[in-house]
């Protein structure tokens, strides 16, 4: 199963966009769906995730209380609403998913897509 995420853009800072993940099969109960983005230069890092099964949510302390990580079961589609968005946000956001709860290792997350460009200007 790949997970393809969508929605990037060029923003400015302190303005919002809501990313989108879509697997392209079915979603099970044991998964957890994590967001994770790569600046330039940088390593990959957490950013969210959440459980399918109940909705447990969990961020990185960097976008905790600005992004907002949900679901939406019918379309089988995962969202990240990202507010109040800062230069140092500018990443390539990627979506992937593991079965442990809690992870924030890239290592335990995936298969990796392309991912998409999130820009925010100053």
């Known amino acids: 199963v790949q997970l393809q995420a969508s929605g990037g853009g060029l923003v400015q800072a302190g303005g919002s966009l809501t990313l989108s993940c879509a697997p392209s099969?079915?979603?099970?109960?044991?998964?957890?769906i994590g967001w994770f983005r790569q600046a330039p230069g940088k390593e990959r890092e957490f950013v969210s995730a959440i459980r399918w099964r109940d909705g447990r949510t969990y961020y990185a302390d960097s976008v905790k209380g600005r992004f907002a990580i949900s679901k939406d079961n019918a379309k089988n589609t995962y969202y990240l609403q990202m507010n109040s968005l800062k230069p140092e946000d500018t990443a390539i956001y990627y979506c992937?998913?593991?079965?442990?709860?809690?992870?924030?290792?890239?290592?335990?997350?995936?298969?990796w897509g392309q991912g998409t460009l999130v820009t925010v200007s100053s």
């Open positions: 992937a998913k593991t079965t442990q709860y809690g992870s924030t290792r890239d290592l335990d997350f995936g298969p």
């Open positions: 099969g079915r979603t099970y109960s044991s998964w957890i």
